[in-house]
């Protein structure tokens, strides 16, 4: 804790009085609480007291371990609320379990703002891509469904291995984005198939045969891009790999069970309440350069000119990439959070009246014969070294325990325990101090603290990322060569995923790092980009633009088998889903952009870096860059080699569709087609 006046000092009777009033009242919550607080009238030691001697810094050591003292801060701080202070005092409080409690607070206001920007705004989407408000409903509520179904699961995961508190926003954000858009390509292909004049129950088994399918198998490589997180022994990795995993995989079984269920039970009346001003979508022919509207005219531009749109796009994502190889990598901590938040106010406190921080320290654990004459002049080395960084402050003074055989220094920081100087300057406490002060002695030194975590996440994070690449890639590459039975469309599918997830990385340190139009889209401009996001963006986005490719291809794949022409089949699913994939892709980029809107810099980040990925994929890959090089492949885009035959035959684009007799007058999506009920 901190207290301050504007005009007393320490020296003053009125400042020691309430001085030692307020730590009474702390130390007054008993052992089990609160194990010390001591005051600078108990110590009469100056490194407690600013050079202004206005300032004054009570240490306070909580009960127990970590959780224990999270759990108890809040009486402490309840303590600050209730206590009277005289005019012209200000107290503040910082440290570890507080910045905890302020961030958890800010991690579910930014929960609650994401969910209220995103769901109306999915809702509007909804109304208009699909043209009536009865069908709008339906993915809404199966994605708030696996939303609440995979909390529940993970919350019975947590009972045994403790996840990260970012799990929550994970579920959430993927639940929504997976959920809606699972739901919304089975809706639209079963209204599809009801228009050509399938009855109920026939055109409920074509969309589950085929956009059914596409959904499972999208299903399956977001899960085989997710796995990647698993095999990082880092919490944060596992906590948000299992939540996601746990969203997908519920949200694929809810389209394959709960969704058909209720389109037998709605019938057509999924059809009611048009939307006015929103034309009901026409049967495509088929052919080449059929079709109306925006997406046709696109289309047809594309497969006239593809040695063009695919220079163009491929030269624009390159260009996007560019910036991230200028990214600096590094946790946000205490100096990110809002301005009104406690922690960060006796932060800014600490750092303008003493120059280092209290409550993060970089902790030297000594073991082996403290009192031996070279540990001793070891201990002193260490000090002479440390005292010529400005990365810390002045050590305090060595703890020994009753045996003599461990030792403890602590250097506080004069940064934030996640900035880039104390992460350089616990670095060389790490590798040069501590190994050269205690070389050729007895005993051994080890360093701890906030910021040796971070520099431990960094370099787990660094060293594990090649293997989670190629996992990635891998599983992804042998998926799509079995239920595509090319070995084309995954090596394409591969090399487009990573030009969006590069083009992606690169206005993401554009935007947060160096701060490009960062004030128009009214996000906080960082020097850092968060360590872990990388690697999660990498398998979320690889995972989810795969959700569109599978989607896509397979519609390409249903109508090549049936025609055998490649072009007018490639021009036929574009035409086809694009309208589908972009709506879709809008309700991703508004959920993630609530996300992005957040306060914390992490939820930012990542909900901005989702966004921009899948706004880029859904309508620059998947609407210029699949068409283009797939007309100027041709039949080649289904070579699949002879070794490779044995593979099994498990097409997603499904069974053929079997002609209705009613097919020959169809009914505009718009209106109810009757028998549907």
Do not use: C
């Not at 703002?113 to 408000?133: C, K, N, Q, S, T």
């Not at 858009?181 to 599809?192: H, K, N, Q």
């Not at 283009?628 to 492949?633: D, E, F, I, Q």
Request: no cysteine; aromatic share 10%; charged share 15%.
């Amino acid at each position: 804790m901190i207290v301050r006046s504007i005009s007393a000092t320490v020296d003053d009777a009125e400042f020691r009085s309430t001085v030692e009033s307020l730590t009474e009242e702390i130390a007054g919550l008993g052992p089990e609480i609160v194990t010390s607080a001591v005051s600078f009238y108990d110590t009469d030691a100056d490194a407690q007291v600013s050079p202004d001697r206005r300032t004054t810094v009570i240490p306070v050591l909580m009960a127990d371990d970590f959780k224990a003292a999270g759990d108890n801060i809040g009486d402490v701080h309840d303590v600050l609320e209730e206590t009277p202070f005289p005019a012209g005092y200000e107290v503040f409080i910082f440290g570890e379990a507080t910045f905890s409690v302020d961030f958890l607070e800010g991690n579910q206001s930014d929960l609650e703002r994401g969910e209220m920007f995103a769901i109306p705004l999915a809702m509007v989407i909804l109304a208009i891509v699909l043209g009536v408000l009865a069908a709008m409903f339906i993915p809404i509520v199966l994605a708030v469904g696996s939303i609440v179904i995979a909390i529940g699961t993970v919350s019975i995961v947590s009972t045994v291995f403790e996840l990260n508190a970012f799990v929550q926003n994970i579920i959430i954000m993927i639940g929504l984005a997976v959920g809606i858009d699972y739901a919304l390509f089975i809706v639209s292909r079963f209204r599809e198939e009801r228009q050509r004049g399938l009855e109920k129950i026939d055109a409920i088994a074509m969309a589950g045969s085929t956009a059914g399918r596409a959904v499972f198998f999208s299903g399956l490589t977001v899960v085989f891009a997710l796995i990647g997180l698993l095999v990082i022994p880092q919490s944060v990795f596992v906590s948000l790999g299992i939540g996601a995993i746990t969203v997908v995989f519920v949200a694929v079984l809810a389209t394959q069970t709960l969704l058909p269920a209720t389109l037998s039970i709605m019938g057509d009346r999924v059809n009611r309440f048009k939307v006015p001003f929103i034309r009901p979508r026409e049967l495509d022919d088929g052919s080449e350069h059929g079709g109306g509207g925006f997406w046709a005219w696109i289309t047809r531009g594309v497969m006239r000119r593809p040695w063009v749109a695919l220079i163009v796009t491929a030269a624009f994502m390159v260009a996007a990439t560019i910036p991230f190889f200028n990214i600096n990598l590094g946790s946000s901590g205490v100096e990110d959070l809002p301005d009104e938040f406690q922690s960060k106010q006796g932060f800014e406190v600490l750092k303008s009246e003493f120059g280092f921080i209290i409550g993060a320290p970089a902790e030297v654990v000594i073991v082996g014969d403290i009192n031996e004459a070279t540990t001793q002049q070891a201990i002193s080395d260490l000090k002479a070294a440390v005292a010529t960084d400005s990365a810390f402050g002045p050590p305090s003074e060595l703890e020994v325990n009753a045996s003599g055989t461990f030792g403890l220094i602590t250097f506080p920081l004069t940064g934030g325990a996640q900035s880039a100087e104390s992460v350089d300057g616990v670095r060389m406490l790490r590798d040069e101090y501590a190994p050269n002060a205690f070389r050729g002695t007895p005993s051994q030194a080890f360093v701890g603290g906030l910021t040796s975590e971070e520099i431990d996440l960094l370099d787990t994070t660094s060293s594990y990322q090649p293997w989670v690449i190629a996992l990635v890639l891998g599983l992804s590459f042998l998926l799509l060569t079995v239920v595509f039975r090319s070995i084309v469309v995954p090596i394409k599918a591969i090399i487009m995923n990573l030009l969006s997830v590069g083009a992606a990385y690169g206005i993401l340190v554009l935007v947060f790092q160096e701060g490009f139009l960062n004030e128009i889209f009214g996000l906080q401009q960082t020097p850092i980009i968060q360590p872990w996001l990388p690697l999660m963006l990498f398998t979320i986005l690889f995972g989810l633009s795969m959700d569109y490719q599978v989607f896509l291809i397979s519609r390409i794949r249903e109508k090549y088998d049936e025609t055998g022409d490649n072009a007018s089949a490639v021009a036929f699913g574009v035409r086809s889903t694009a309208g589908l994939i972009t709506g879709a892709a809008l309700i991703m980029v508004a959920v993630f952009g609530g996300f992005a809107a957040g306060e914390l810099i992490t939820t930012s980040q990542f909900g901005f870096g989702l966004a921009v990925a899948i706004l880029i994929d859904a309508t620059i890959v998947r609407s210029v860059l699949v068409p283009s090089t797939m007309k100027l492949l041709g039949d080649r885009n289904w070579y699949l080699p002879g070794f490779l035959n044995w593979l099994p035959d498990v097409r997603v684009e499904g069974v053929e569709r079997a002609p209705s007799p009613s097919e020959e007058a169809p009914e505009p999506l718009g209106a109810p087609a009757g028998g549907g009920d």
